[in-house]
């Protein structure tokens, strides 16, 4: 190897280095706070049918149409903690399914303009399916709720 070559291999080499102490001192993209996106002062219950199911990173999201006072079909999308922290506190995909009837108990969203697709964005604290089971669902507010 020529000493041009070994100078040109310790500069990809030491720029590698830079680039990967640089990226991994950087902080990561803050994850949210409750307070930061949801309004404690503005808790919603939600009776209706689970429309979707998306097992998703960083965050679930179960999304559940109900009806509004003028009878129009209305969808809100109720964020959850992630499908790993899910599944340790007993969730299985199938915990909640497409069709399923459900009361979701949680918080709204403090932008309540509608997302993209439509959907109002809030949080969720509690599922309770038509059997009556309650399920926590890892609301980042911290109100872990009673268990039934």
Request: aromatic residues 8%; contains cysteine; hydrophobic residues 35%.
């Amino acid at each position: 190897m020529s000493p041009k070559q070994r100078l040109q291999r310790g500069l990809v080499l030491t720029s590698g280095f830079v680039v990967a102490l640089v990226t991994g001192s950087c902080p990561v993209a803050a994850h949210h706070s409750f307070a930061a996106e949801y309004d404690g002062d503005k808790p919603v219950s939600i009776q209706g049918v689970v429309s979707k199911v998306a097992w998703v990173n960083p965050h679930a999201y179960i999304y559940v149409t109900t009806k509004n006072a003028k009878g129009k079909a209305v969808t809100y999308a109720f964020e959850t903690s992630s499908p790993n922290a899910l599944l340790r506190r007993g969730w299985k995909r199938s915990t909640l399914k497409e069709g399923d009837g459900v009361t979701v108990d949680g918080y709204l969203a403090k932008d309540t303009r509608p997302l993209a697709d439509g959907s109002i964005h809030a949080n969720a604290r509690l599922f309770t399916t038509a059997a009556g089971k309650t399920v926590f669902a890892g609301s980042s507010g911290g109100d872990y709720g009673p268990a039934k």
